[in-house]
């Protein structure tokens, strides 16, 4: 920098030093906040860091089902039937190690699979494990309803005798019989009735 006064120049020398300012780093993502129980899930956030910084993801309120990876940020997993419910609160975040951003906090909910026919099995579960139909409670029509058959007594809700013995399971059960054993049957009871004058009539009561 240089003055003049018009006889005398004067030189001023200085140094100007700018200064590195981290910025912080930036996250977004839109995580879907609803999964249905045995579907895998997965929500990964885009990060980054105008310095070029290093990066590194953390996560607040993880949900016992799922896995977190601190190097992406994603958040992944495939919830049975148990971890039915809500997750309040997951926060993830994103640090250059100077600072952190993080997104909005946001709920995850695990839905159950549908029953339409409110037997006790799942749709999807008739559909491709026990051949059954999901829009009747009762495929084979014994009397018994398929959830029942399946995850109760064990017998085959496709059939309506499943030890075939020629009395259906819903009869059996009634009898008090074992309608896996064809061998367990119920037992015809005969009666005699005697007459006062001494005739006898044999009637058979089932």
Partial sequence: LRVNDGVVDVDQVFVITVANVNDAPTISGFPSVRVEARNPYSFTPSANDIDGGALTFSIVNQPSWATFNPSTGELSGTPLV???G???GIVISVDDTFTSTSLAAFDLEVTLPADTDNDGLYDIDETNIYGTNPLDPDTDK???????EVLVLGTDPLKADTDGDLFSD???????TDPLNPGSVPQLEIQSLVSVSGNTDASVVT
Wanted: charged share 25%.
């Fill in 82 to 84: 148990a971890d039915g």
């Fill in 86 to 88: 809500t997750t309040f």
């Fill in 142 to 148: 014994d009397g018994i309803n398929d959830g029942q």
């Fill in 170 to 176: 819903n009869e059996e059960i009634i009898a008090g």
